[in-house]
């Protein structure tokens, strides 16, 4: 009787531990899809900006064209005024080719798609952090720039490569994140990539590839 009695409380007690730890792990799922646009950050050591890869001259305005494998382009105005570093660094990464075959490795739906991780976890980066040039507003088709969280990076330095497209005015990022530009068109297309269904963690459950970026 007690050998039974003993079982029966081992696989209640059992029971319970899985029931929490599944019951975390899913809030922990669920917390990945959070409203920032961070780049993660395996390190806890506070992220020093480098700076980026220079080029001769900046234009106060370029166009990009981001070309989405079986979706479209993506057309946008880069302010090279407003975000001179960011704009030369984007512009250099597009025109040696880095971001050709990247995928967008999160979306979510009424929020951003984010791209521009050569990991595709977006852990990844091209090894240097951009200084901040926070001004633009977060409205609809902004183009910005990921980071680590303030704990880590105070200075609010963007992300080396990692950039994200907002899918609607998002206010409540104004004044955290380097934007430096805005859809033209092709707002369609970042909708559509928006909705696709997703994995925990906001991956896309299909691979969603920029072919190129080009630079006009």
Same mark, same amino acid.
């Given at each position: 009787?007690?050998?039974?009695?003993?079982?029966? =409380?081992?696989?209640?007690?059992?029971?319970?531990?899985?029931?929490?730890?599944? &019951?975390?792990?899913?809030?922990?799922?669920?917390?990945?899809?959070? @409203?920032?646009?961070?780049?993660?950050?395996?390190?806890? @050591?506070?992220?020093?900006?480098?700076?980026?890869?220079? @080029? +001769?001259?900046?234009?106060?305005?370029?166009?990009?064209?981001?070309?989405?494998?079986?979706?479209?382009?993506?057309?946008?105005?880069?302010?090279? !005024?407003?975000?001179? !570093?960011?704009?030369?660094?984007? =512009?250099?990464?597009?025109?040696?080719?880095?971001?050709?075959?990247? !995928? &967008?490795?999160?979306?979510?739906?009424?929020?951003?798609? @984010?791209?521009?991780?050569?990991?595709?976890?977006?852990?990844?980066?091209?090894?240097?952090?951009?200084?901040?040039?926070?001004?633009?507003?977060?409205?609809?088709?902004?183009?910005?720039?990921?980071?680590?969280?303030? +704990?880590?990076?105070? +200075?609010?330095? +963007?992300?080396?490569?990692?950039?994200? =497209?907002?899918?609607?005015?998002?206010?409540?990022?104004?004044?955290?994140?380097?934007?430096?530009?805005?859809?033209?068109?092709?707002?369609?297309?970042?909708?559509?990539?928006?909705?696709?269904?997703?994995?925990?963690?906001?991956?896309?459950? !299909?691979?969603?590839?920029?072919?190129?970026?080009?630079?006009?």
């Amino acid at each position: 009787m007690n050998s039974k009695f003993l079982a029966v =409380i081992a696989v209640i007690v059992l029971g319970v531990v899985a029931g929490v730890f599944y &019951f975390k792990n899913r809030s922990q799922e669920s917390g990945n899809s959070n @409203q920032e646009p961070v780049e993660q950050e395996q390190s806890t @050591q506070a992220v020093t900006p480098q700076p980026p890869p220079q @080029q +001769s001259s900046v234009p106060e305005q370029a166009t990009a064209v981001i070309e989405v494998e079986g979706y479209g382009t993506i057309n946008l105005s880069l302010d090279g !005024k407003a975000a001179p !570093k960011t704009v030369a660094n984007f =512009i250099k990464l597009s025109k040696d080719g880095f971001y050709n075959g990247l !995928k &967008f490795h999160r979306v979510v739906p009424n929020f951003v798609i @984010q791209g521009g991780d050569p990991e595709g976890t977006g852990l990844g980066g091209p090894g240097y952090t951009v200084p901040a040039e926070i001004s633009l507003k977060h409205k609809k088709g902004a183009i910005a720039m990921a980071r680590t969280d303030d +704990s880590v990076n105070p +200075s609010r330095a +963007s992300s080396g490569s990692q950039f994200y =497209i907002a899918v609607q005015d998002l206010t409540s990022l104004d004044g955290q994140y380097t934007v430096f530009g805005y859809v033209t068109s092709g707002m369609d297309v970042v909708i559509q990539i928006s909705e696709v269904p997703t994995e925990p963690g906001d991956y896309p459950i !299909k691979d969603i590839v920029i072919k190129r970026i080009m630079i006009e």
